[in-house]
């Protein structure tokens, strides 16, 4: 079982992204998987030109010849995909964006009916088994994942407001039921097992209101002092 992890924070090891990731990728190294990690902003990946070269003059093949050029073999060889980031202005961070647009080879250019949408068939027959997104934001409520969940409808959602509260040994042991279901998935998914609904639950974490409050005020006064001090 091989796992590919790509964090596209740009605060690398220094962010709550990688936390939440790290516990992903321990649990699945116990569970007997293979496991790789890189961080997008340390790999050269060119953005997509829309000339649809990849689709018509050289079907599959970039115009671009870049790190993308051994992450698509790579990704049809891989079981899990995880894909990680955080959430900026309530979208995924565009280091991520541009990565995945560089996946059109991958697709053919034809269009199909899948499930009342519309999609475009796979060009490989071998294509990675399960994805999960791993995303962390600063605000406490849920709904900063929103654009992120649409943008991977198919993958296992693991998301985390007010990340930063990891950062903290009190908050990290406050959220140990979240990185337990954490750990608990990651090790479901290699053993070829379906997540189970009452830990989805768990890998998308839900604040109270009281809760929610007390993290404003929290993050009101931490940015206040860095302005006086």
């Known amino acids: 079982m091989k796992v590919l992890a790509f964090n596209a924070s740009p605060r ?15 649990a699945a190294t116990e569970a007997g998987a293979t496991t790789k990690k890189h961080y997008v ?56 964006q541009q990565m995945t647009e560089r996946f059109l080879p991958t697709a053919l250019p034809y269009q199909v009916e899948h499930r009342e949408t519309t999609r475009h068939p796979a060009r490989y027959q071998r294509r990675p088994q399960k994805s999960v997104l791993i995303a962390s934001a600063g605000f406490p409520d849920h709904q900063a ?55 989805v639950e768990k890998l998308n974490v839900e604040y109270s209101p009281e809760m929610k409050q007390m993290i404003r005020d929290q993050a009101n006064n931490h940015f206040e002092n860095q302005l006086q001090g």
């Open 145 to 199: 994942f929103n654009i992120a969940k649409q943008l991977f409808p198919n993958s296992l959602h693991i998301t985390l407001p007010a990340a930063q509260i990891l950062q903290d040994p009190a908050g990290a042991e406050y959220m140990k039921g979240f990185t337990d279901a954490v750990h608990e998935a990651a090790k479901q998914l290699v053993n070829g097992e379906q997540v189970v609904p009452e830990l």
């Open 41 to 96: 902003t340390e790999l050269n990946i060119n953005g997509c030109l829309g000339c649809f070269t990849c689709w018509t003059k050289t079907p599959g093949k970039c115009v671009h010849s870049d790190d993308m050029d051994w992450i698509i073999p790579e990704y049809g060889e891989t079981d899990i995909i995880v894909f990680a980031t955080p959430i900026y202005n309530g979208n995924i961070i565009h280091y991520l």
């Open 12 to 26: 690398k090891t220094k962010g709550t992204t990688d936390i939440i990731l790290n516990h992903f990728l321990k």
